[in-house]
């Protein structure tokens, strides 16, 4: 069984501040995705990253996946309150496996930032 | 909007009943996956469909079922519910069978077991 390790499970700051949430495992994934949801709606695919090592940037977000695909960090600069909600990675099992869209979810960060 | 439609959105029901979660994937997507999150438990995979045959199984309970019908359309089928099987329940979808980059969530069926 392929689990994700998130931490920290709870993250309250205040506006500004910069953050990093940690997705780890021991396991290899194929892909791993980050997720955004917020009360009462649906998680929301915030990216992807595929090859060990990389590096996307998406605004002031900017997401790693680790050089053995194992483990990914969300970092966030400059934390403003809409960026409040919960942060959930993701891990796509290894290709070739027989468990085509098994995603494997992480607990979850819940960010609070404050003005 | 992710283009993934459920209903009903809440859903309030006493033990041993059954009750039917229904989802319609995004316009052109053949998988359908289904997850149940609770507050224990986090974001748990349930099950997948792609066009109309079952594809993978995750942490899906025997009194759990599921089909995509030849719209499809899929339903998730929750039979001789307890109290613990109260917890949101979001479908996904993606055009690609095995495909795990790109599952587009729908707003959820939050179930309320009394």
């Known amino acids: 069984t392929q689990l994700l390790e998130q931490s920290p499970q709870f993250l309250s700051i205040q506006e500004g501040e910069n953050l990093t949430v940690y997705c780890n495992s021991s396991s290899v994934f194929s892909s791993l995705q980050w997720y955004r949801q917020e009360p009462g709606e649906g998680p929301v695919l915030l990216v992807t990253v595929v090859t060990g090592g990389e590096v996307k940037k998406l605004k002031r977000l900017t997401f790693q996946f680790g050089d053995a695909r194992k483990d990914s960090s969300l970092h966030i600069t400059a934390a403003q309150p809409g960026d409040t909600g919960l942060y959930l990675c993701a891990g796509a099992p290894n290709a070739g496996g027989t468990s085509y869209g098994k995603l494997t979810f992480g607990q979850g960060t819940i960010l609070t930032v404050h003005p | 909007d992710s283009g993934v439609t459920q209903t009903p959105k809440h859903l309030i029901t006493a033990t041993g009943q059954r009750v039917t979660l229904r989802c319609s994937p995004r316009s052109g997507d053949l998988s359908v996956y289904w997850y149940q999150q609770s507050l224990d438990q986090g974001l748990q995979f349930l099950i997948q469909?792609?066009?109309?045959?079952?594809?993978a199984k995750g942490n899906i309970l025997e009194r759990f079922s599921a089909q995509q019908f030849p719209d499809l359309h899929s339903e998730l089928n929750l039979s001789s519910l307890e109290l613990g099987d109260s917890a949101l329940y979001f479908c996904a979808s993606s055009d690609r069978e095995t495909d795990t980059d790109t599952q587009y969530f729908g707003p959820g069926t939050r179930l309320t077991v009394l």
């Open positions: 469909y792609y066009n109309g045959e079952e594809r």
